[in-house]
């Protein structure tokens, strides 16, 4: 999955580079949808929500998946906060070398800063919801942990969601953040899990003898 998400990811990169970094098609038609159905009281919600992707945030939830998943949690909740920001350089350092421009700050309803491909709350919220993801289906019932990382997923969707509502970002930049992260967690959670040992953390039921 790593090699399929990278390739498509490079795919992805050269077009951009090969239009000399300028928005595609798609992106100026979904941006121009966001601002036209973009009234108050959604951008209210779409604020609290983006929140939700950088900062203390992510970190929280990572090391309390680290926490949930490994039997060593102090140890497991730094490995995976390792892991999102190993994650978090990768991606500064494909953001620097794309460097392309974010949408006109005219449309902006949220402040934003640096290059914009890849989104760094698509990427950030993705990596941090694979994790929680990961380290739920180890511990959980099997119904249950495939509810809760579908869950999961949901937030890093609605999170990456907003970025192009509040204008800030286009649809192109998202999809790389995903493709970046799935990329990511696939090299990194089967070391990740081996580490944590082959056995799911699930709770033991009582003793009968």
Do not use: N
């Not at 491909?117 to 990596?127: D, E, I, K, N, Q």
């Not at 869950?151 to 990456?160: D, E, H, I, N, R």
């Not at 967690?185 to 953390?201: I, M, N, Y």
Request: aromatic residues 8%.
């Amino acid at each position: 999955m790593a090699a399929a998400a990278l390739a498509v990811l490079g795919v992805l990169t050269a077009l951009v580079l090969s239009v000399h970094r300028a928005p595609f098609a798609v992106d100026e038609s979904l941006h121009h949808w966001a601002l036209v159905h973009r009234t108050r009281a959604a951008q209210h919600v779409a604020d609290v929500i983006t929140d939700t992707g950088t900062g203390v945030f992510p970190y929280a939830v990572v090391a309390a998946a680290g926490a949930i998943g490994c039997r060593r949690r102090f140890i497991g909740a730094l490995a995976a906060m390792a892991v999102l920001g190993l994650g978090q350089l990768v991606r500064i350092g494909v953001r620097i070398a794309v460097d392309r421009p974010r949408p006109p700050a005219a449309d902006w309803a949220f402040q934003a800063s640096d290059a914009s491909f890849p989104s760094g709350h698509a990427t950030t919220s993705a990596l941090a919801a694979g994790l929680l993801a990961w380290a739920v289906l180890r511990v959980a019932p099997r119904i249950a942990g495939r509810v809760a990382a579908a869950c999961c997923g949901l937030w890093a969707v609605t999170v990456a969601a907003t970025r192009v509502f509040l204008g800030v970002h286009w649809p192109s930049d998202i999809v790389a953040g995903w493709l970046l992260a799935t990329a990511w967690l696939a090299v990194t959670l089967p070391a990740l899990s081996w580490w944590a040992g082959r056995k799911p953390v699930r709770a033991r039921g009582p003793r009968t003898d």
